[in-house]
Structure formats: C-alpha cells, structure tokens
C-alpha cells in the first residue's frame, strides 16, 4: 500500500520548520508573566535594599533565571512581557514630558540638546559600524545613550526587531547603560567640580549627558538643588526626543520583509507617547495620575528589562564579548564632551 501523499510545503518548511508555528492565545500568556512579574517584584526589593539601579538588578535577575527560557510554556507571556508591555509603557513616558518643559529650557540650551542628542546617535552608528557591528546596533546603543539609557534601548530594539539586534545584543546595552549611568552619577558631578561650572551649567552637563533618569536626577540633586532641578529639565527634554527618534529609526531602518511604503508613517506606541505628552501639556491631568502613569510605566519597563534577561541566550551573550561596550563607551565620552563644552561656552 502506497504511504499518503505528503501535503504541499507550507511558508514554515522554507525556514526548517515542519509545521506552521502555534498560534498563540490569551491562555498561554499567564505562566511567562506571572514568572516575569514575580522577578521584577524580586529585582525591586533587591535595588531598594542595595542602593542598586533598578533597570541594572532586573536585567541581573532576569539573567539569573535564564535556565526559565527552554521552557516553551513560558515562551509567549515572556515574549508579550518583554514586546507588548514594553510598546504600552513607551506609551505612559508620555505622561512625563510637557511642551512646558521643553519650551523652559530656552531656544540655546533646547537647540543644543537636541544637536547633542544627534550627535551622539551618529557617534554610536558610525563606532559600531567602525568595530563591525553594524548600524542597527550602532543604533541602539548610540539612542540609549543619547536619549534616556534602558527605556530607549527597549524602545529602539522594538523598532528595529530581533533580526538586526538580537536579545543578547539588547542585553549587552541594557548592562553597558546600567554601569555608565552608576559610574557617571559619581563622576560626572567631580568632573563639573573641577571645571568650575555653575549651578545652571551644571545642571545643562548631568542632564545632558548621563544616560538614566534616576542617575542624571540624583548626581544633579548631589551637586546643588539648583543643579538638580534644571537637570530633570535637560533630562526630560531629552526624554521627549525619543518620539521623534524611534520615528526617524523606524523610516530609516524599516522591518525586514516589508514594504516602507506599507508600514505606518508612525508606529502605534510612538503615536501614543506623542498623544498622552500633548494630553500631559493642557495641565488638565491631575497630579495623581500623571505619577500613577509614570509609575505604571516604570513597572512595565522593568517587567520588560526581566523577560528580556530571562529570553537572553547566555551562549551568545558569551560569545558576543566586551567589544560591543566599546561603542556605548565612545557615544557616552563625545555626549560628555560636547555636554560640557556647550555648557562652558553657551550657557550662563
């Protein structure tokens, strides 16, 4: 008896997969996110209790629980923690950039940040592409460091897919962001010390150049009250660049296997930044839910932070090596410089 005919190829054998892949339903989210949430919960505890980052302990956790990740119930809540969660929480950093707060920092300083800002992503593209690492990664280290570290990285990885930069790529940023903004939140206020900077122009340096927003708010609250409050203006103005970044990424690094005349002017969470920050601008949100947004951003993007350690391949990891700290190394040392010589020259 002859066997049965086998059925035509379908698009998942041209990849190697004999079957299409299974489709994923609301059910199957729930073990990945209970685990992924559970971390965060763990990472939290261990920043408050050690005076550690936060992005920097749930990347650690995460990475600690990677044995989690051949487990494939896991799989689809730990894909949906570390890509929808994050898309939504991009969206409620909205909730902490005003029009009011970029206008107030004045047409020279504004100018200059967003110059800097520029400045640094190109530094990251053209170190990368230098070291062969290519501009996707460029990218994304050079946008992590120019605009606001772990959340912009998250933002731009999305942007750009996991065939450019992978997990482990992301994860190698996420650590290299994480000790810059450790280390320049002690010695960047020394360096503005020994320059003799004023308050203001102080103030321009640590929120101009260090990567977090946690770190760039406390080295400027550590040099002077003054100092502190005009860095969470630079910092967060510089926040509200990564709307426009991740659309400029997204038109020049369309997604593999598309057509650019086919994808959105703007991606669904970029829109949403843009709408919740001019919702933020009409002073119309009361105070609580704007902090309870903030919050609820920052919960996810750590949840995001964990799943995205936990999804890592640490065999890659490995294998990737020190080198590609390399380029966050060169676009933290020219956001610096080119931070204090606006400052020196520009601001008074």
């Known amino acids: 008896m002859d066997a049965p005919p086998r059925p035509l190829p379908v698009a998942a054998d041209l990849y190697g997969d004999i079957q299409p892949p299974k489709e994923e339903r609301w059910r199957d989210y729930p073990p990945g996110l209970v685990v992924a949430v559970l971390a965060s919960f763990a990472s939290a505890y261990l920043a408050e209790h050690y005076g550690a980052p936060l992005t920097l302990m749930a990347l650690l956790v995460g990475l600690a629980l990677n044995f989690l990740n051949g487990d494939k119930r896991l799989g689809p809540g730990l894909a949906f923690a570390s890509r929808t969660l994050l898309r939504i929480g991009i969206v409620l950093v909205g909730a902490r950039v005003t029009l009011a707060q970029v206008v107030g920092l004045g047409p020279v300083a504004l100018v200059a940040v967003i110059v800097i800002t520029a400045a640094t992503m190109l530094a990251g593209v053209l170190a990368a592409e230098r070291l062969g690492f290519g501009r996707a990664f460029g990218a994304l280290a050079g946008g992590a460091v120019a605009i606001c570290g772990a959340s912009a990285a998250l933002a731009l990885a999305t942007v750009l897919g996991e065939k450019r930069v992978s997990q482990a790529q992301l994860a190698l940023v996420l650590v290299g962001i994480a000790a810059w903004s450790a280390a320049a939140m002690v010695a960047y206020p020394a360096i503005c010390h020994h320059l003799g900077f004023a308050d203001k122009q102080a103030g321009f340096v640590l929120g101009a ?133 606006t400052a020196a020259f520009l601001i008074r």
Request: proline fraction near 7%; hydrophobic fraction near 55%.
């Open 209 to 341: 150049a260090i990567h977090d927003v946690a770190q760039s708010l406390g080295a400027g609250y550590a040099f002077s009250p003054a100092a502190g409050q005009n860095a969470a203006i630079v910092k967060l103005t510089r926040v509200a660049l990564l709307a426009p970044a991740l659309a400029i990424v997204a038109r020049l690094f369309p997604q593999q296997g598309e057509q650019t005349a086919k994808q959105p002017i703007l991606p669904w969470y970029v829109a949403g930044f843009f709408v919740l920050a001019a919702i933020n601008s009409t002073g119309m949100v009361p105070a609580k839910i704007g902090e309870g947004a903030t919050d609820l951003a920052t919960a996810m993007l750590v949840c995001a932070v964990t799943a995205t350690g936990i999804r890592s391949p640490m065999a890659s990891l490995l294998e990737t090596g020190p080198k590609p700290l390399l380029t966050i190394s060169i676009a933290s040392v020219v956001a610096l410089v080119l931070s204090c010589a």
